[in-house]
């Protein structure tokens, strides 16, 4: 037991998936190790979302993912066989867009990327300059006597996200921006530490690229992914959302369930990604979600089980 601190009461097993059901009008999920592992469908996703959807429930999916922009992340549920609208999705690339427009980030300003492509489309389509980004990939710095690397005084942020073509040249110019451009914001879309790339591995995370720029800058980022409120008090001001009607469905403790908890919403864990039963029972873990199932077609088997 740890002492001082209120230990949350243990997560329930699902048993009733009706009761769950008919509590909230929306339901908020996850992605990866939620509705695919990969580029692989999770058994009984497809029925599941069909269910709800008859039942009247709002469906809205978020993902700290932000090498996808929202239109790619549409083809990517098309070509699983998953009829969902670009609106009902949300990206961590997409929340750094938004929340640049949320706080008038001004035009004539630029955005250092550290990220993929999925970044660079969401600031364009919301008309913010940007530069970096995978073209920065290929950069190299020679090291010589007295070399000093230029960067671009009208940089006003740098997004870091997830970023498989991260380099030494990204860091140091993204580094030189939050330090001598004055006020420049250092914005991140997510920190997980690990990611699902294959379904064979886990792969280090967008979480280690912010933390380089952690180290080297000694700042701490503004997060606009999960568990950060923003996307939360985004989607309720969007669609009108009452925080207490929403039931966050998620495979991680500390992104997932964490958001939902910060949001104030519901919260079922499903064991079908990075979160173990061993995980969420362990004595150190102080994030328990209200319920926990092996995966989200139980709310279909579950029922059929108490009819």
Known sequence: MRSGGIIASAAQPLQDPDQLIDSVETFI????GVIWKGDKLIDGVPETLDMLRSKGKRLVFVTNNSTKSRKQYGKKFETLGLNVNEEEIFASSFAAAAYLKSINFPRDKKVYVIGEDGILKELELAGFQYLGGPEDGGKKIELKPGFLMEH???????????DRYFNYYKVQYGTLCIRENPGCLF????????????DAQEWAGGGSMVGALLGSTQREPLVVGKPSTFMMDYLADKFGITKSQICMVGDRLDTDILFGQNGGCKTLLVLSGVTSLP?????????????YTNKISDFLSLKAATV
């Open 29 to 32: 999920f996850d992605c990866d």
């Open 152 to 162: 671009d005084k009208d940089v006003g942020a740098v997004v870091v996200g997830f």
């Open 187 to 198: 914005i991140a879309t997510n920190r997980d530490a690990v990611t699902h790339l294959t």
């Open 279 to 291: 995980m969420l029972q362990n004595p150190n873990n102080s994030i328990q979600p209200d319920f």
